[in-house]
């Protein structure tokens, strides 16, 4: 503790490789229970009004404010100063590019949704009437573990993958597509499993597990990646076993 | 702005700033690459020179490293919940200690070492 403060360096400045980017380093009193949120809030509004962050619910919600603490990508809001030490970094998400200061353009994380179709294409059934499908379903047990994501980018950031290759789809747009192929209702899971199934899709995932590590919410994008690799595999087998039988040339 | 057209560019493979949160799954999965490198090193050298005790030791702690890991990846690929990852990590780690030991120290006559 310097004078009874903690030290926050902070990262600044435009885009990353923008010559005014620095570390810039604020001291703060601590208050009981004071998050990382409220000190980018009391930074700004006693010490640099021009400090560049984003939050919106403040209570661990809605993920606006995640950002990387000491390296490990976290919600400012829900992360407690009293576990970090005197010295803490504040950086923003990593494999985004940046807008300025904390705040990060999530446009590479909303396009992996899009790719991997995130939205439901029902059947006609599932269409015309309710669904009947049990919790206790097979579908259902293998689905909600992975319904939670509120899409805060913070397993997008702790990906090594997504650091080497910026075209991978992410563990977040993975998790999403694995809870619309298991779903019986819904239409279009050929076509996502075959999206998901290229190169840069799940084959790109090496297995880190740093986004089940890193999830606030506890889901495990990594066992739906798994889960979506074991689906590929078989289908693919499946249709080279028919592509021999039918005495076509395998994949024809 | 040009970076918010689209994804920055991939950066080469040595970057190391591109490797994210150090967890212990992702360490799991460093020294199984690594293992793997130092095996490639080392194992020629045993081949031509079996009876080098200390080659010896260190390729089946590598071996057994290596293979440990190696299991890891195969169960979660086959079914076992990454969720629990951590715990298999620790469970494979103190039964490749049991099986080093078992196989360097309580066969030592074998291995002539120590």
Redesign the interface.
């Known amino acids: 503790m310097v004078g009874g403060g903690v030290i926050f360096r902070v990262r600044r400045g435009?885009?990353?490789g923008d010559p005014q980017e620095r570390y810039q380093t604020y001291a703060i009193t601590p208050r009981p229970r004071m998050t990382v949120l409220d000190v980018l809030t009391s930074i700004q509004s006693e010490q640099d009004a021009s400090l560049v962050f984003r939050y919106s619910c403040r209570v661990g919600m809605c993920g606006t404010c995640a950002l990387r603490v000491n390296?490990?990508?976290r919600w400012a809001c829900r992360t407690l100063i009293t576990e970090l030490g005197e010295s803490v970094t504040l950086e923003p998400l990593?494999?985004f590019?940046?807008?300025r200061d904390l705040a990060v353009?999530m446009?590479?994380f909303s396009?992996g949704l899009k790719r991997v179709r995130a939205w439901a294409e029902p059947t006609e059934a599932a269409a015309s009437a309710p669904a009947r499908i049990p919790p206790s379903s097979r579908e259902r047990v293998r689905i909600d573990?992975h319904i939670e994501c509120i899409t805060c980018g913070i397993c997008y950031?702790?990906?090594?993958m997504?650091?080497?290759?910026?075209?991978f789809l992410g563990p977040a747009a993975l998790n999403r597509a694995y809870t619309l192929v298991c779903d019986s209702r819904d239409a279009a899971s050929a076509e996502r499993l075959a999206e998901v199934s290229g190169e840069q899709g799940i084959w790109r995932c090496?297995?880190?597990?740093?986004c089940?590590?890193?999830c606030p919410k506890?889901i495990?994008p990594?066992?739906a990646i798994?889960g979506l690799?074991?689906q590929a595999a078989a289908s693919g087998a499946k249709s080279f076993v028919s592509s021999i039988i039918g005495g076509r040339a395998p994949g024809a | 702005m040009a970076s918010l057209s689209g994804p920055p560019a991939r950066p080469p493979f040595w970057n190391l700033s591109a490797w994210r949160a150090m967890y212990p799954g992702m360490w799991a999965w460093v020294i199984q690459r690594l293992s793997a490198v130092v095996l490639l090193v080392i194992f020629p050298f045993h081949v031509l020179n079996p009876y080098n005790k200390w080659l010896r030791i260190a390729v089946l702690a590598l071996v057994i490293l290596h293979g440990m890991h190696g299991l890891k990846v195969i169960f979660t690929d086959f079914g076992f919940p990454a969720r629990h990852q951590r715990k298999l990590l620790w469970v494979l780690t103190a039964l490749g200690a049991a099986a080093f030991f078992w196989l360097a120290y309580l066969r030592k006559a074998f291995w002539g070492f120590f």
Not at chain 1, 157 to 160: D, K, N, P
Not at chain 1, 162 to 167: E, K, Q, R, V
Not at chain 1, 206 to 210: G, P
């Open positions: 435009g885009e990353a390296g490990r990508p990593a494999n590019p940046i807008i353009d446009t590479p396009d573990p950031s702790a990906c090594s997504l650091g080497h290759d910026p075209a090496h297995s880190q597990f740093n089940t590590e890193a506890g495990s990594a066992t798994q690799k074991r």
